[in-house]
């Protein structure tokens, strides 16, 4: 402005006093324009912001670029810094095996990974932004959300309908968001049932005996007995010691069958005469009062821990024979199939079970018929160690029964635990 004004008075110094107005005027306009130009250049320049694109000026104007360039940049640097913080957070969480809820104050969704997604039923495209409330309509959950006391977690059951057992922890951070944690404890919540399931169990099963042998011990000590009533009672009492022995034994294989997955042991077991040898155990057990016929279709080589085996075997043979009327037939064999696999069978022709009981067979101390197990010696623990077993040896136990007709109990082996007769080496 100061360097226009010089010059319109060097103008009129010159010239006259019009001459010197008139190229102020002028040189004004020309003025004005000019930062009318850079005006329009930037204000076009922000409306369509890239910042590859910044224009370019002259005096100020190139210096207020300049500026604003850097200033861009740095904002441009702060944003993706932000993004990558977001990302980084978002796949920390997602590799989390936890669910993990973003909340705000009021229970609306932020964000939710993958886990959280898939144990509480929320979408991350759908429900951001939703209350999880209207989503986990869970009266224990909705109580502890709306409840001011997060110290520790809760446990709910059935989320949306599932069998799911989830325990859930709200975090309160920040200013006023909320973390809510999630973790999928079925598969534990079902251990500790079986374990409560398993002592009260191990415990009615040990008190039936312990109750009769203590009252015989009693009556002995109270009344006076003829030598043939203690006779008696002293069979009795020792028929009740051994049922306990018998649990007491059962558990101690069950235990130690468990504290491995798998058998180390690799013996050769010759599956002809293994065969044969079963099959006259079973002779002597059933004492003629069934018919026993064995069959052994492959005289090859079974590869596993030959004690446990050979004790599966027999208790899915002495089932068979105490589950069997007199009179019935029990078939014993061994066969090899088309695809290599060799299977263990014992078939009966006795009352068979009810398709409900099958799958609940092999849990411990289950028995479809109490006191006809109980009545036979059984301890209920039977199955349980033939499933351990089979389990050890990657086997299967398939159990068929039709009732009226009969059962079929068998233990499938895969084809590398077996040798065919004359092969060389053990096959994997
Ligand atoms: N061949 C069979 N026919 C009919 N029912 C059977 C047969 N095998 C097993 N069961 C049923 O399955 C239940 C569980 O069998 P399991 O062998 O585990 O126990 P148990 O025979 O009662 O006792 P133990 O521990 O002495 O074997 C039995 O109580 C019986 O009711
Ligand atoms: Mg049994």
Redesign the pocket.
Known sequence: MLGIGGLAWLFAAIGDASSGWTAAVLMLGGWVLYHQFYLHKTMAWLEDFQLDKVPHGSGHWEAMYAKLYKLATSGERRRKQLAETVKDFRSATEAMPDGVVTLDEDNQIIYANEQAEEQLGISNEKDVGRNLINIVRHPEFVSYLHSSVWDEAIVIRGVRGSNRVLQVQLIPYGTRQRMLMTRDITQLDRLETTRRDFVANVSHELKTPLTVLSGFLETMRELPLSDAQRAQYLGLMHAQAHRMQNIVE?LLVLSKLESTAATSQQDQIQMGPLIERLCHDAKGMSREQHQIICECKDDGVLIGAEDELSSAFS?LI???I???PAGGTIRISWIVGADGSGSFSVN?T????ESQHIPR?TERF????RS??RET????????IVKHVTTRHQAQLVIESEVGKG?T?SIVFPEKRRVSRGAEGVGD
């Open positions: 059962d208790n002495s089932n068979a105490r589950y069997t009966d006795g009352p068979g079970i067979l289950y028995r479809v018929d006809r197990s010696g059984g301890t209920g623990l039977g199955l349980a059962s109990f």
